[in-house]
């Protein structure tokens, strides 16, 4: 797909079909988080792959926004690793590079997703076991949608340009 066409077509699905996103697609999703920049490249994100029913049903006990996907990334950032100058952090900002990475190769495959920030990080943490330095940043919901899905209509509702950008 073209990259223009995956950035304008890529949205978020709230209602997954039981159709299963093969391994190969998953796969190429992942490289392209492994492909994300991130600060002096140290790349502190760390990404868990949730499929098995067991572990799908700790993600719905974080949050009610699974929306029946059948696999779920938990992209998580290892702060103790993470570029550092003075009192900033790039654990997370490296995170969300990552995320956004995979969610874009997602949409050019045909996967649909979704970005989750709703959820609690502590239980997160709790119920996956996460050691003191791995922090919850977001859940990306795989799959592809129910047919009786009905897309947000604010979806493409944009600011216009000169509202977001001044040029200096």
């Avoid at 949205?11 to 093969?22: A, G, N, P, T």
């Avoid at 654990?91 to 969300?96: I, K, L, Q």
């Avoid at 709790?126 to 209509?153: H, K, M, Q, V, W």
Wanted: aromatic share 8%; proline share 3%; charged share 30%.
């Amino acid at each position: 797909m073209e990259f223009e066409k995956v950035i304008k077509e890529r949205c978020s699905i709230r209602k997954f079909s039981d159709k299963l996103v093969s391994d190969d697609l998953l796969n190429k999703i992942l490289i392209a988080g492994n492909f994300a920049p991130t600060a002096k490249n140290i790349q502190p994100q760390k990404i868990y792959v949730i499929r098995s029913n067991d572990y799908l049903e700790k993600i719905d006990m974080v949050t009610p926004c699974r929306y029946n996907a059948k696999i779920c990334l938990l992209v998580c950032s290892n702060k103790d690793i993470a570029y550092k100058k003075d009192d900033y952090s790039t654990y997370e900002m490296d995170a969300v590079i990552c995320a956004t990475h995979m969610m874009l190769e997602a949409t050019n495959l045909e996967v649909d997703n979704i970005w989750i920030e709703n959820f609690d990080k502590n239980k997160t943490k709790e119920l996956f076991n996460l050691s003191d330095g791995i922090i919850p940043i977001c859940i990306i919901n795989l799959g592809y949608r129910a047919i009786d899905y009905t897309e947000n209509p604010m979806h493409n509702v944009r600011k216009e340009l000169d509202e977001i950008v001044e040029y200096l």
